[in-house]
């Protein structure tokens, strides 16, 4: 087979269930896993012959057409240019939190002795991203023991390995560190917002880090914003990943805990995908 009859099978494969485009976005996905390389290699050498033999090329076909995410596949995701390990015990992190993770570095780059805490750290891109491009002294918290162990090993193959990695339930936490910047991508979609959502995501990716109830679907975020309010330095701040639904929400608990400057703001996509506030300055 080659590299170009590789990119063909696995996007006409796909298509029927997944589209053109994404199909066409899995399948560049593949031929950096199977090939190690990325699509100019499809490009400059379309007949060159395949490294990779039948049966594996079948085996990674046969997780795909099943709906397994091609991220739980290969076991790597890229995140602000890194490479990270992805299991099915962390979510595979989205383009979005990415735009959180800019701002967030955008707004404190330069700045000495950055503390900062990274609330349901999951596979760690937040804390390690944070960790890297500010030098900042970093706690990650999450609830499951399994993700810690994945974000553990992202942080040493990035060499973020000073990373303080705590097991905890956010909900059950009386008190965090001092901190200047607590970021959170917490669970926030709703148990009836399942029936929009993918079998891919629905079947692989972990329901404990993506739902919330109907009745209480801002429960982290008033647990969050609580504590934060208690534990930010002067001026620190508060940002949010947030579900598009409840921005003003979200924004008013902020307010109501005594956080200011409360700005909601639009993801790339168009939808109100974040919330940052400030502690009050002395």
Same mark, same amino acid.
């Given at each position: 087979?080659?590299?170009?009859?590789?990119?063909? !099978?696995?996007?006409?494969?796909?298509?029927?269930? #997944? *589209?053109?485009? +994404?199909?066409? /976005?899995? &399948? =560049?996905?593949?031929?950096?896993?199977?090939?190690?390389?990325?699509?100019?290699?499809?490009?400059?050498?379309?007949?060159?012959?395949?490294?990779?033999?039948?049966?594996?090329?079948?085996?990674?076909?046969?997780?795909?057409?099943?709906?397994?995410?091609?991220?739980?596949?290969?076991?790597?995701?890229?995140?602000?240019?890194?490479?990270?390990?992805?299991?099915?015990?962390?979510?595979?992190?989205?383009?979005?939190?990415?735009?959180?993770?800019?701002?967030?570095?955008?707004?404190?780059?330069?700045?000495?002795?950055?503390?900062?805490?990274?609330?349901?750290?999951?596979?760690?891109?937040?804390?390690?991203?944070?960790?890297?491009?500010?030098?900042?002294?970093? !706690?990650?918290?999450?609830?499951?023991?399994?993700? #810690? *162990?994945?974000? +553990?090993?992202? /942080?040493? &193959? =990035?060499?973020?390995?000073?990373?303080?990695?705590?097991?905890?339930?956010?909900?059950?936490?009386?008190?965090?560190?001092?901190?200047?910047?607590?970021?959170?991508?917490?669970?926030?979609?709703?148990?009836?917002?399942?029936?929009?959502?993918?079998?891919?995501?629905?079947?692989?990716?972990?329901?404990?880090?993506?739902?919330?109830?109907?009745?209480?679907?801002?429960?982290?975020?008033?647990?969050?914003?609580?504590?934060?309010?208690?534990?930010?330095?002067?001026?620190?701040?508060?940002?949010?990943?947030?579900?598009?639904?409840?921005?003003?929400?979200?924004?008013?608990?902020?307010?109501?805990?005594?956080?200011?400057?409360?700005?909601?703001?639009?993801?790339?996509?168009?939808?109100?995908?974040?919330?940052?506030?400030?502690?009050?300055?002395?």
């Amino acid at each position: 087979m080659t590299i170009k009859e590789l990119y063909r !099978t696995v996007s006409e494969t796909l298509t029927p269930s #997944l *589209g053109e485009r +994404e199909s066409a /976005a899995v &399948a =560049s996905v593949v031929l950096e896993y199977l090939e190690g390389a990325d699509r100019t290699l499809l490009v400059a050498y379309p007949d060159r012959e395949c490294r990779t033999s039948p049966d594996g090329v079948k085996s990674v076909l046969s997780r795909l057409s099943a709906g397994e995410p091609v991220r739980y596949v290969t076991g790597y995701t890229y995140f602000m240019n890194r490479r990270f390990e992805v299991t099915p015990d962390v979510l595979i992190p989205r383009p979005e939190t990415e735009e959180l993770v800019d701002t967030v570095i955008r707004q404190w780059r330069g700045r000495g002795n950055v503390r900062a805490i990274d609330i349901a750290t999951g596979s760690g891109v937040i804390a390690v991203s944070l960790a890297a491009e500010l030098q900042a002294e970093v !706690t990650a918290i999450d609830i499951s023991d399994k993700a #810690l *162990g994945v974000a +553990e090993n992202n /942080a040493s &193959a =990035s060499g973020c390995g000073s990373i303080d990695f705590r097991l905890m339930d956010i909900l059950s936490c009386d008190e965090l560190p001092p901190a200047d910047i607590i970021v959170s991508n917490p669970p926030y979609v709703r148990e009836s917002e399942k029936l929009c959502m993918s079998d891919g995501v629905l079947s692989h990716e972990p329901h404990i880090a993506l739902f919330v109830p109907d009745n209480d679907p801002l429960l982290f975020y008033r647990k969050i914003a609580s504590l934060a309010a208690r534990s930010l330095a002067p001026g620190g701040m508060l940002y949010f990943e947030i579900n598009e639904a409840f921005g003003r929400e979200v924004t008013e608990l902020c307010r109501d805990e005594g956080l200011c400057d409360v700005t909601v703001w639009k993801d790339m996509f168009g939808k109100e995908r974040f919330v940052k506030a400030s502690a009050p300055t002395l």
